[in-house]
């Protein structure tokens, strides 16, 4: 062991400040999960399913909140936004903040004359609905300072502030559970009043830093780059939110609690995705202003091999770890994985569509990508699900992400004619051939979930071959590094 320190010391200090931060992002969002799923097993069993739904369902209305607070004015202009005001940073970052504020205002303004009538939509009462509202303007503030960081690839303090919060959320939640009758209200106000504690005080960093509610510069710029993709936020989270919504709406609480669970362990990487993609898109952006986006390709298969090895691990595991963290009363949940899973492949392929949408501005067509998706998703669901099960909407997520990744490339190859950018940047038939293989493996591994030892001796001959390979795998994990 004492060998090997040096050696990964060494290597650390060889790669680039842009490697360091992506895999310094990954590794913070993997010691993220694993908290949060090393407390998920106490909740679960400390709450009932009902009481476990209720977070659920605030956990779902939290998504959309934040589109209308915000316009998702984090992400979207974000990234051109950093290049585009370098200089002024700062100044651009807190007026944003003044956009969300005067937005609440308005909210407010509209909910609170009629808030019986609103609750009874939203299914929660009228502090819940509050708590959203600081909840959304405390997380994107916090997003609007870590995405400044990432762009200055200065990783510690996101990941410093990322990990106390998280540890903070888990004790403070878990107090508030134990010391109250009310489990499923408390463990959302557990998580509302850590939120809030950080996120006020990164609301008012960004304030004093910038000094400026509003600039009508960057108000114009913002708002003028986002409203007109307000529609497709806004149907990506009904797109991911829907589904809990709806089964909550069919079904009831418990069993939007047990697809809840099962969603979140298929997705649990979806935040390593995001730390991957927030320190790649500078690094690709940066390559396509200097006329090099075809090196990106060996990148873009690299990084989807990396994912779809990772997602391959949560679903070969999916069985156990349930078991584990939910117990007998979540076991059915199992059977919603595998598509699921599928589906974050496919949010990373269409996500390398985006970036180049994103980057040369072209906003319509991501649009209507993201309004089919969504409508194919609702519809599916208002079908099956009453007919069927609920089990059935994983598999109306996976089919509408496919809809939606396929409606995304077609764009790109719509921007690449216009705007002359290479479409070697991305070597499409073996990201084709990855999913592909991907999916047969999935399916494969659901097909032997009640026969372990099968299951698990088709794992071993896979680490054998692995293992046997060892030296062409090493050679293309380096070059992907390399390239990046």
Same mark, same amino acid.
């Given at each position: 062991? !004492?060998? +090997? ?7 650390? @200090? ?21 908290? +949060? ?15 476990? $739904? ?21 992400? $979207? ?38 808030? $019986? ?66 489990? @499923? ?44 993709? *307000? ?24 069993? =939007?609690?047990? #697809? ?19 320190? #790649? ?8 202003? &200097? ?54 492949? *496919? ?12 980057? #040369? &501005? ?32 994983? #598999? ?40 592909? =293989?991907? !999916? ?45």
């Amino acid at each position: 062991m !004492t060998l +090997s320190i040096p050696k990964l010391r060494q290597k650390w @200090g060889s790669m680039s400040k842009e490697a360091r931060a992506s895999v310094a992002y990954a590794l913070c969002s993997i010691v993220q999960k694993c908290i +949060s799923f090393i407390n998920m097993p106490i909740f679960t069993r400390l709450m009932s399913t009902d009481e476990y $739904g209720e977070m659920t369902v605030y956990s779902s209305w939290s998504g959309i909140f934040s589109i209308v607070l915000t316009l998702n004015l984090a992400y $979207g202009s974000f990234s051109p936004a950093m290049l585009k005001f370098e200089k002024d940073r700062d100044r651009y970052i807190s007026s944003i903040q003044g956009i969300w504020l005067v937005l609440s205002g308005f909210f407010l303004m509209i909910y609170l004359p009629l808030q $019986g009538f609103w609750n009874d939509i939203l299914d929660l009462p009228t502090l819940f609905v509050i708590f959203l509202i600081l909840e959304t303007l405390s997380i994107n503030s916090i997003n609007l300072w870590s995405g400044k960081k990432r762009f200055d690839y200065e990783y510690k303090p996101v990941v410093a502030l990322t990990l106390l919060m998280s540890v903070a959320n888990t004790a403070v939640s878990l107090a508030f559970v134990l010391l109250s009758e009310q489990k @499923g209200a408390a463990r959302i106000w557990g998580h509302v009043v850590v939120t809030a504690a950080f996120g006020i005080i990164i609301f008012s960093l960004n304030a004093v830093r910038g000094k400026s509610v509003f600039h009508k510069e960057y108000w114009k710029y913002a708002l003028g780059f986002n409203i007109p993709l *307000l529609a497709y936020y806004l149907s990506q989270m009904i797109f991911n939110q829907s589904d809990r919504l709806m089964i909550n709406h069919y079904c009831g609480k418990g069993k =939007a609690a047990i #697809y809840g669970v099962a969603y979140t362990w298929a997705m649990v990487l979806i935040f390593v995705l995001n730390a991957i993609n927030n320190s #790649y898109v500078p690094w690709f952006y940066k390559k396509i202003k &200097e006329g090099r986006e075809e090196e990106n390709a060996k990148v873009a298969n690299g990084i989807a091999v990396l994912m779809a090895g990772l997602i391959m691990c949560i679903v070969i595991m999916a069985p156990e770890v349930i078991l584990i963290i939910g117990g007998e009363k979540y076991a059915e949940a199992i059977w919603s994985i595998p598509p699921v899973a599928i589906s974050l492949l *496919l949010l990373f392929y269409a996500q390398l569509f985006i970036n180049v949408q994103f980057y #040369y &501005e072209k906003k319509k067509d991501l649009v209507y990508a993201s309004i089919g998706a969504a409508a194919a998703n609702i519809i599916l669901n208002a079908i099956l699900i009453p007919h069927v099960n609920y089990i059935a909407a994983g #598999y109306t997520t996976m089919i509408s992400y496919i809809i939606f990744a396929a409606m995304n490339y077609y764009t790109m190859r719509k921007v690449a004619k216009e705007s002359g950018f290479s479409m070697k940047a991305l070597d499409i038939k073996m990201l084709l051939l990855i999913f592909i =293989a991907f !999916t047969a493996a999935c399916f494969i591994m659901m097909a032997t979930y009640k026969l372990i030892i099968v299951r698990y001796a088709i794992v071993l001959a896979g680490a054998i071959a692995a293992v046997i390979k060892r030296r062409e795998l090493m050679k293309f994990v380096n070059n992907t590094v390399k390239h990046k």
